[in-house]
């Protein structure tokens, strides 16, 4: 059925779907479970919008691919687009909530929280996963937030898992850390990258990122909490600094972390895939970049590849590019290709600090 439409990923990548076999089971055997007012969560490119679009349809998405996706699918296939929130409907007006199982099981609980809120007492959860993605801390949850729980059967390694009867509950929490060698606290919203830890990528970037100075225009691309600007900050109090992360719920914790730093400097906070949202006339003299090699639960160097395409085209003519990636990521011969000059800059045994300029 999913096969009928033309359904594209963003980034678009050789060999993987726009959809997988727990969105076929979901269509092939419960769809008659789908009634009423339906909200659609982690549907990442779009393809149960375009599939149930004859249905009242609203749809959440943290991500700004995600976004992007579905409005080129909506429009490929000639259907309506969905009421896309922004946030979670207040009252308790959704029959049936159809989510993808996310990674991160603060993410899920909070998510969980928000369905709570939003779901009527008859209503339903149809949760959408692989049964090799289903762990028992996801598990645990659901137990936690739901007392009836159909595990349904398995078909093609994929489940859908139907929740009724809502229990009260609350466990999901913003998490917080310290970096010492910015001196600074750091918090973190459900699902934003870096969630419990400090990436120890961007800890050997900052040592090379606090020695910058002499930059005026700064954008830091995919920003997660912001401790690479926060780096910025300490090299430059006057510098303006945009910030770019596709994931919501990062942007809203790096506000919080520049907002907590108490910073001079100019800030600017967008949500977008890479600089898709900025002017092409938009230049910076320092970007800087720790770039993904995941979206959600599949392996990627294709982002990289974009935001080093990005950072090429905004970047002044002496400007520079700073990217951090762990040592066995070939990204390298990516950067050759794009920039005129490629130096790397760290002998650190797990990770590679690369300076590029046109
Ligand atoms: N800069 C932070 C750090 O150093 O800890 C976060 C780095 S993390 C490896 C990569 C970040 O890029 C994540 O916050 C992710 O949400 C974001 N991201 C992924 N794909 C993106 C895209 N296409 N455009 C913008 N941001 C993206």
């Known amino acids: 059925m999913l096969s009928s439409y033309r359904l594209e990923r963003i980034p678009q990548e050789p060999g993987l779907q726009a959809w997988n076999a727990a969105d076929e089971l979901l269509l ?21 919008a375009v599939t ?6 609203c749809w959440w998405n943290d991500s700004a691919m995600a976004h992007d996706a579905l409005k080129l699918n909506c429009a490929t296939n000639q259907v309506r687009l969905p009421i896309v929130n922004h946030q979670f409907p207040e009252q308790a007006e959704i029959d049936t909530v159809i989510m993808h199982l996310p990674k991160s099981l603060n993410f899920f609980a909070w998510q969980l929280e928000q369905i709570q809120q939003c779901l009527t007492n008859t209503g339903s959860v149809l949760l959408l996963g692989m049964v090799k993605h289903i762990s028992k801390g996801h598990i645990e949850l659901m137990t936690r937030y739901f007392s009836n729980i159909n595990p349904g059967r398995a078909e093609k390694k994929a489940r859908v898992i139907q929740l009724t009867d809502p229990i009260p509950h609350s466990e999901s929490k913003a998490s917080h850390y310290a970096i010492e060698s910015l001196n600074t606290d750091f918090t973190q919203l459900p699902g934003c990258f870096a969630e419990n830890n400090a990436d120890p990528g961007a800890l050997v970037f900052i040592d090379y990122l606090k020695t910058r100075a002499n930059f ?11 401790v690479l600007s926060v780096a910025l900050t300490q090299a430059s109090q006057t510098a303006a600094i945009t910030l770019i992360d596709e994931s919501q719920q990062a942007l809203n914790s790096a506000k919080a972390n520049l907002c907590h730093a108490k910073t001079t400097n100019r800030l600017r906070f967008i949500h977008s895939d890479g600089t898709n949202a900025l002017g092409s006339d938009e230049l910076f003299d320092l970007i800087v970049c720790n770039p993904p090699f995941h979206q959600g639960f599949s392996l990627t160097e294709k982002i990289a590849h974009k935001l080093f395409s990005d950072a090429h085209k905004h970047l002044t003519s002496q400007g520079e590019f700073w990217v951090v990636a762990n040592r066995h990521l070939p990204y390298y011969s990516d950067l050759k290709k794009r920039f005129g000059r ?17």
């Open 52 to 57: 149930l679009a004859d249905k009242e349809l």
């Open 216 to 226: 005026n225009a700064a954008l830091d691309l995919g920003c997660g909490n912001g």
């Open 342 to 358: 490629v130096a790397l800059k760290s002998k650190h045994p797990k990770f590679n600090v690369y300076f590029c300029q046109l």
């Open 28 to 48: 092939k055997r419960d769809i008659e479970l789908c009634t009423g007012q339906i909200l659609l969560l982690n549907d990442s490119f779009g393809a149960l």
